[in-house]
């Protein structure tokens, strides 16, 4: 049986590790910092990693609901998830994953950005 992403990123603790990656990358991003100025980022390094993991073919789906109900009242706009695609994007491919493999991971990302993004 071929090996999933979230396999070869080393299961669990590897994504962990890209999730932290991400947001040191994300909170010194003018785009996206003001976002998280209150939050406890030790949770939300911990959802946004089983998150990652299941769009990465890991353990444990994600409930839209859960997803619309933390992003709700934010804000966020179209162009604040793209910045954050861009920065995972980065993120992952220092990660060293393929290309194939990022495109991947961020087509199952952009699924769901209607459930996030808060602007026609």
Request: charged share 25%; proline share 4%; net charge negative.
């Amino acid at each position: 049986m071929p090996e999933t992403l979230f396999e070869r990123c080393g299961g669990a603790p590897g994504v962990s590790r890209l999730v932290m990656a991400l947001y040191d990358r994300v909170l010194v991003d003018d785009r996206l910092h003001g976002f998280f100025a209150e939050t406890d980022m030790r949770r939300l390094v911990d959802h946004h990693a089983k998150f990652l993991s299941a769009l990465m073919g890991g353990p444990a789906g994600y409930d839209e609901r859960l997803l619309a109900d933390v992003h709700a009242g934010l804000g966020i706009a179209e162009r604040d998830f793209a910045a954050m695609l861009d920065a995972l994007r980065a993120t992952l491919a220092e990660g060293e994953l393929s290309p194939e493999e990022i495109a991947r991971v961020l087509a199952r990302y952009q699924a769901y950005k209607a459930v996030v993004v808060q602007e026609p």
